[in-house]
């Protein structure tokens, strides 16, 4: 498989309220509901995004504590240099999304953050994003080190996720 780079966002449903220690942040506080995470990787789209759906994994990223607890989730992929993943985190706002945590994920920019709240319209607009793709967990179950593939976002309009992708 080739090293594919590109930004992703990253959609992950918390079933229940949590808390979790991210580094220097401390310890956290997530409601249940939707978040999404905006990253990107130069080396390996599809390995990077596995990693996150993983659940057995060392805790490197603030987000890997966060995705470790996560009940769903789903992968928005967008392949090449562009968008950055934070043109990625101004668009989540431009859509609604609430800035979730100040500095999560966002260490090595000027961003607040890369981790934002989503509610039901903020969702659907986030879905709405043109992208090139929509990446899954694997089906094989329990986390293992099966890479997701990039699968077409949508088949009535290139880059758009089709309706009820997320259940």
Known sequence: MSATPGS?????RLGDDAEAEVGSLGRLR???GWYAYTGSARNGLEARVGRHFSKAKAMRWHIDRLSALSAESLALAFLGESPTECSLAAR?????????HK???????RCGTHLFRLDGG????A???PCD???RPPSCG?????????????KAEKGRPRNGEIG
Request: proline share 4%; glycine share 20%.
């Open 142 to 154: 329990g986390g293992g080190a099966a890479r997701p593939s990039i699968a077409a976002a949508g």
């Open 30 to 32: 997530f409601s249940s």
């Open 103 to 109: 500095g999560f994920g966002s260490s090595d920019c």
């Open 8 to 12: 992703y966002i990253l959609l992950l």
């Open 122 to 125: 903020a969702l659907r607009k």
């Open 92 to 100: 989540l706002i431009d859509a609604g999304a609430e800035p979730a």
């Open 133 to 135: 793709g929509v990446m």
């Open 127 to 129: 879905l709405g994003l």
